[in-house]
């Protein structure tokens, strides 16, 4: 999941040169999913597969966040948040739902900072299992609620952090493709190109398929390079700026998955537990390898964990100040801090928390839940901006740029959809599972403003959804999908 911490750095009004702006771009897209990608792409997908899965994804975010700086330019008033955009161009209730899905995908994703910290202390202390054991919920559990009154106290950012947890991040993740360059083997590499011993029978489409949600998960946050525009010198430079970061931190995500191919077996890959990047350093140079990968990515999620919390509670309050939910949410405390819904997103978090006790593989389940719930806000972001160059709202007398925003809003939407498919129809069900409730919030809102709840396209959306939760029910209680 990528790491917003490069938001507070820019919290004082500055002018920011391509090269800042660049590595604003940088900070806030790697987080703590690269650390795992060794084993998840080993569990998928051989290196064809690999390459072809990040050639996919590279493409359809990068329009993607083309898009979201075609929207701040075009649309600069809703400035709300990703919700905005969504409720301006298809109504209250689909602006609800994207900002209950970001909100949700950023709670999700709390949870799996929180697994996967107890996951890599669980190499040294077996207690912490593979970070869903009674006693990692615990100690979890205690960390959430430090953070928590932390921030209510009005500690938004700390000195210095973002600067250690951008070397915890940045420095361990070079180090670890160097040494793999040296220790390279160029046979294993080739046995694991289409997809490894073992693996035959896999089709390729199948291979690609399986990855589509990791890398969903590492890219989060790229709607985060819009944000530094006012910061910078030229307007121009944010798009410069963007495909730099997003190339740089492409072709790290690129090394960080081949590169195991050429140092071990797909299926030994598959088996290494989290974070597998440790795994991976310490097949090649020892345990010293396991500690050093270990230790950076300690400090680098419990730094974007603070980040990441006040991230998420700042979108139902400003939901709940554009009137899409309701406005006890928008209620601050004597330090300016979002309180009511700071602590709503800690409950909901400690409630995963305690799911994470009956899944089988709690990470897998928080990183593809996440990526599926994050889609959402996405496709109806991709949908605002292909909506406005077909109806060439903003595009008066200048064709030739709402022809290219089309084509790059009509990719964006494609890949949007294609990613939910990829992922499954029972990522889909379970997300219908936790919009249905949450959409109680909307009700709440409606209510207070006096209004009606749903218009009748607004309606049948509800209602699909609620058929989509209750088979998601009927499955999980049949055994037919499982957690």
Same mark, same amino acid.
């Given at each position: ?37 060794? &084993?998840? +792409? =080993?569990?998928?997908? /051989?290196? $064809?597969? !690999? *390459?072809?899965? @990040?050639?996919?994804?590279?493409? %359809? ?26 409720? &301006?161009? +298809? =109504?209250?209730?689909? /602006?609800? $739902?994207? !900002? *209950?899905?970001? @909100?949700?995908?950023?709670?999700? %994703? ?374």
């Amino acid at each position: 999941m990528a790491s917003t911490t490069a938001n507070d750095t820019t919290s004082t009004k500055q002018t920011l040169t391509v090269w800042s702006l660049t590595a604003l771009v940088v900070g806030s897209m790697v987080g703590a999913g690269i650390f795992t990608l060794p &084993a998840a +792409f =080993g569990r998928a997908t /051989g290196i $064809l597969g !690999a *390459l072809l899965a @990040w050639a996919i994804a590279g493409v %359809g975010m990068l329009m993607l966040a083309f898009v979201f700086q075609t929207l701040a330019q075009r649309k600069p008033d809703l400035d709300s948040g990703v919700f905005a955009y969504a409720q &301006a161009g +298809f =109504g209250n209730y689909l /602006g609800f $739902l994207a !900002a *209950l899905a970001f @909100w949700v995908s950023s709670c999700i %994703g709390n949870v799996s900072y929180f697994v996967l910290i107890k996951s890599t202390l669980g190499e040294f202390f077996p207690i912490f299992g593979d970070g869903n054991t009674v006693p990692a919920v615990i100690v979890a559990s205690i960390i959430l609620w430090i953070f928590h009154f932390m921030i209510l106290r009005g500690i938004k950012q700390a000195a210095g952090l973002n600067t250690i947890v951008t070397i915890a991040k940045i420095v361990p993740i070079l180090i670890f493709v160097l040494i793999l360059l040296f220790a390279f083997k160029a046979d294993v590499f080739a046995a694991n190109f289409w997809g490894g011993q073992g693996y035959e029978a896999e089709s390729l489409f199948s291979q690609v398929r399986s990855t589509m949600l990791v890398t969903v998960f590492v890219f989060i946050g790229i709607e985060g390079a819009s944000v530094y525009s006012r910061y910078a010198e030229k307007r121009s430079d944010v798009g410069v700026a963007t495909v730099l970061g997003f190339l740089g931190v492409l072709c790290l995500l690129i090394m960080v998955t081949v590169l195991p191919f050429g140092i071990l077996p797909r299926a030994e890959l598959a088996t290494l537990r989290n974070p597998s990047m440790a795994g991976a350093l310490e097949f090649v140079v020892g345990r010293w390898g396991n500690v050093f990968i270990s230790i950076g990515l300690l400090i680098s999620v419990m730094g974007a964990y603070l980040a990441w919390t006040l991230f998420a509670s700042e979108v139902p309050f400003m939901a709940a100040k554009s009137d899409l939910m309701p406005r006890f949410l928008a209620k601050e405390n004597a330090q300016k801090v979002p309180s009511a819904s700071l602590w709503l997103t800690n409950i909901i978090i400690q409630t995963f928390l305690i799911i994470t006790l009956f899944a089988q593989n709690a990470f897998t389940l928080a990183l593809e839940l996440t990526s599926s719930m994050s889609l959402i806000p996405y496709l109806l972001v991709a949908a605002f901006g292909l909506k406005l160059a077909l109806s060439r709202e903003t595009y008066e007398g200048n064709s030739r740029k709402r022809n290219r925003d089309l084509a790059i809003a009509l990719i964006a939407t494609l890949y949007s959809i294609l990613m939910l498919y990829a992922g499954g129809l029972e990522k889909v069900l379970l997300s219908a599972l936790i919009l249905v409730p949450g959409t109680i919030l909307f009700f709440m809102a409606r209510r207070e403003q006096n209004r009606k709840i749903f218009t009748f396209g607004e309606w049948f959306i509800f209602s699909v959804t609620v058929i989509a939760a209750l088979s998601a029910f009927f499955a999980l209680a049949t055994g037919r999908i499982a957690i």
